[in-house]
């Protein structure tokens, strides 16, 4: 078990807690942190809540908290300006305060819409992340980025609001489906790729530990992306400086994968899994990066299992989503390209030279 500090300028500091069968421990973590409250209200999911809510509404019960629950529906549809309506009403209905807390137990679907429902509901009620896929322990659940989606892109209405604590239970993570461990590993690619050589040999050493689900290696995976992450987000809280947008690394292309496909066709790591490929080959035709870091990049990936992404799109459709993307300014496109294992650069790229790229990348993966 390990207790990571999310310390940010300007933020209360929280705890990120990992390890195995600290579920159990959430309501004693939690009355620790908030003596005076006695309500809490988890937000979940359809697929959760049969298997999780039990142990953490014991857990909480146990440490005398009032337990309210709102489930929401499964997978990123949800993620809506109809369903974040209805949790809002349901908090208002319940008795929601600025004394209670809200705890959002499930993946990244759950954390995101609960976070922001958390952070606009009477301007702000202290929230928890509880999260039970791979893919939220190593990115959602830590950093404070908060969003729903609308028709024409994701997250594209949200706010920034950090957690009062994080508890990662890596026992939760064995019964994952394969497609959502895949989604996981993507981001930890993503993660090693932008952080250091160190990280990214290492998980090119575990890679079939990983892929096997050994605790002590998908712990400390867990773990080295939070602490690249927090590393981050001190630095640029608001994603302001420039700093922030190397998470992104992959993003830009996954998300119009994401958009087009339909939200949940692709999981979200997989998705990335492909715009990191596409960035790293318009990286070395910019001559930012060479053919070398490319073919090391696709040996992660095929290493993790990453199978190569089909669409049957046009370059005026993708382009259009791309468009909407959270990093372009003025109307212009802007990657994250790498230039090295641990080295990157956000770059405004021509939509000429963008179009050539995504057309190259369509018509090899047609073929």
């Given at each position: 078990?390990?207790?990571?500090?999310?310390?940010?300028?300007?933020?209360?500091?929280?705890?990120?807690?990992?390890?195995?069968?600290?579920?159990?421990?959430?309501?004693?973590?939690?009355?620790?942190?908030?003596?005076?409250?006695?309500?809490?209200?988890?937000?979940?999911?359809?697929?959760?809540?049969?298997?999780?809510?039990?142990?953490?509404?014991?857990?909480?019960?146990?440490?005398?908290?009032?337990?309210?629950?709102?489930?929401?529906?499964?997978?990123?549809?949800?993620?809506?300006?109809?369903?974040?309506?209805?949790?809002?009403?349901?908090?208002?209905?319940?008795?929601?305060?600025?004394?209670?807390?809200?705890?959002?137990?499930?993946?990244?679907?759950?954390?995101d819409l609960a976070g922001f429902s958390a952070s606009t509901f009477m301007r702000g009620v202290p929230f928890v992340q509880v999260p039970t896929t791979l893919l939220s322990m190593v990115d959602s659940s830590v950093?404070?980025?908060?969003?729903?989606?609308?028709?024409?892109?994701?997250?594209?209405?949200?706010?920034?609001?950090?957690?009062?604590?994080?508890?990662?239970?890596?026992?939760?993570?064995?019964?994952?489906?394969?497609?959502?461990?895949?989604?996981?590993?993507?981001?930890?690619?993503?993660?090693?790729?932008?952080?250091?050589?160190?990280?990214?040999?290492?998980?090119?050493?575990?890679?079939?530990?990983?892929?096997?689900?050994?605790?002590?290696?998908?712990?400390?995976?867990?773990?080295?992306?939070?602490?690249?992450?927090?590393?981050?987000?001190?630095?640029?809280?608001?994603?302001?400086?420039?700093?922030?947008?190397?998470?992104?690394?992959?993003?830009?292309?996954?998300?119009?994968?994401?958009?087009?496909?339909g939200y949940g066709v692709y999981s979200h790591g997989h998705a990335v899994a492909q715009g990191m490929r596409f960035a790293a080959r318009l990286s070395a035709g910019l001559g930012k990066t060479d053919l070398?870091?490319?073919?090391?990049?696709?040996?992660?990936?095929?290493?993790?299992?990453?199978?190569?992404?089909?669409?049957?799109?046009?370059?005026?459709?993708?382009?259009?989503?791309?468009?909407?993307?959270?990093?372009?300014?003025?109307?212009?496109?802007?990657?994250?390209?790498?230039?090295?294992?641990?080295?990157?650069?956000?770059?405004?790229?021509?939509?000429?030279?963008?179009?050539?790229?995504?057309?190259?990348?369509?018509?090899?993966?047609?073929?």
């Amino acid at each position: 078990m390990s207790r990571l500090e999310v310390s940010i300028p300007g933020e209360q500091s929280y705890d990120v807690l990992i390890g195995q069968s600290v579920l159990s421990s959430l309501g004693s973590e939690l009355r620790n942190l908030c003596l005076s409250t006695n309500h809490v209200l988890i937000i979940t999911d359809s697929e959760v809540s049969g298997r999780y809510l039990p142990q953490a509404k014991y857990s909480l019960e146990q440490a005398s908290f009032q337990v309210d629950v709102i489930t929401i529906p499964s997978g990123e549809e949800a993620k809506s300006l109809a369903c974040i309506s209805e949790v809002w009403q349901a908090m208002a209905d319940c008795g929601l305060t600025r004394d209670s807390v809200v705890i959002a137990l499930g993946g990244g679907v759950v954390g995101d819409l609960a976070g922001f429902s958390a952070s606009t509901f009477m301007r702000g009620v202290p929230f928890v992340q509880v999260p039970t896929t791979l893919l939220s322990m190593v990115d959602s659940s830590v950093g404070g980025k908060t969003a729903i989606n609308l028709p024409s892109g994701k997250n594209l209405v949200g706010s920034f609001y950090q957690p009062l604590f994080v508890c990662a239970d890596v026992a939760l993570l064995p019964s994952l489906p394969d497609r959502e461990w895949l989604c996981g590993c993507g981001e930890i690619a993503k993660t090693a790729v932008i952080d250091s050589l160190d990280f990214f040999n290492w998980l090119s050493n575990h890679a079939d530990e990983m892929k096997a689900r050994i605790p002590v290696v998908v712990e400390e995976a867990i773990e080295r992306c939070i602490r690249f992450k927090s590393s981050v987000v001190i630095a640029d809280k608001h994603e302001t400086s420039g700093i922030r947008e190397c998470l992104n690394y992959g993003h830009t292309l996954a998300h119009a994968i994401e958009t087009y496909a339909g939200y949940g066709v692709y999981s979200h790591g997989h998705a990335v899994a492909q715009g990191m490929r596409f960035a790293a080959r318009l990286s070395a035709g910019l001559g930012k990066t060479d053919l070398d870091f490319v073919l090391q990049q696709d040996e992660l990936l095929n290493q993790l299992g990453f199978p190569e992404i089909s669409l049957d799109a046009s370059v005026e459709e993708l382009m259009k989503i791309m468009k909407h993307d959270k990093k372009v300014r003025l109307g212009n496109l802007r990657f994250v390209v790498p230039c090295a294992i641990g080295s990157w650069e956000v770059l405004e790229i021509s939509d000429e030279v963008v179009s050539q790229y995504v057309s190259a990348w369509l018509a090899s993966n047609r073929s």
